[in-house]
């Protein structure tokens, strides 16, 4: 599926401003999620990666109405960082929106540039370690399964951006780690 498949339903575009950042992750401005989605400007984003004690990946289908890569799996939770937000702040607000996770301590793991197809993104990593019960933003969350690494890493429906930030806390030895 595409975001041109005349097949999905309309997608959902919030009404929020954004963080804008220049090439070198310094701010610029904010700007409305439409017009940076349209001018594909640079902006931060979180991606928390949720690990549970056996090790599995908690792995996210999108609902069909997010404006990009709808129905596509995401192998971190996470989003846009709002204009003046802290990226930290945002990283819990933002796991807090789609799972329902709160006050779980989250480990910052680095910081990665993605520029591809149109997207311009200065992303955050987190890893948090959680076993309790989740409870789903329907707006953008469809459902949710838990996956070993490996399986997850392989699946052809990731979200691109997801699978690099997976991908680099796998490289970075951040996943062998005991739960």
Not at 59 to 77: C, H, I, S
Not at 96 to 122: M, T, V
Request: glycine letters at 8%; a negative charge; aromatic letters at 8%.
């Amino acid at each position: 599926m595409t975001a041109n498949d005349s097949t999905l339903p309309p997608p959902v575009i919030a009404d929020e401003h954004i963080q804008l950042v220049d090439a070198r992750n310094r701010p610029c401005g904010s700007a409305p999620r439409a017009m940076m989605r349209r001018f594909h400007f640079w902006h931060r984003a979180t991606y928390i990666v949720v690990r549970n004690a056996k090790g599995d990946i908690c792995v996210q289908r999108r609902t069909l109405t997010k404006e990009v890569f709808p129905g596509d799996d995401d192998l971190a939770a996470g989003g846009v960082v709002g204009a003046g937000e802290a990226v930290h702040q945002a990283a819990r607000r933002e796991l807090a929106e789609e799972l329902g996770i709160r006050g779980q301590p989250l480990r910052s793991c680095g910081d990665f540039r993605y520029d591809k197809d149109g997207h311009h993104i200065y992303g955050s990593i987190y890893l948090v370690d959680y076993d309790g019960p989740l409870c789903l933003q329907p707006e953008e969350v469809a459902s949710v399964r838990w996956m070993p690494l490996k399986e997850a890493l392989a699946l052809e429906t990731a979200t691109p951006d997801t699978h690099s930030a997976l991908g680099m806390l796998y490289a970075g030895g951040w996943l062998e780690q005991a739960a």
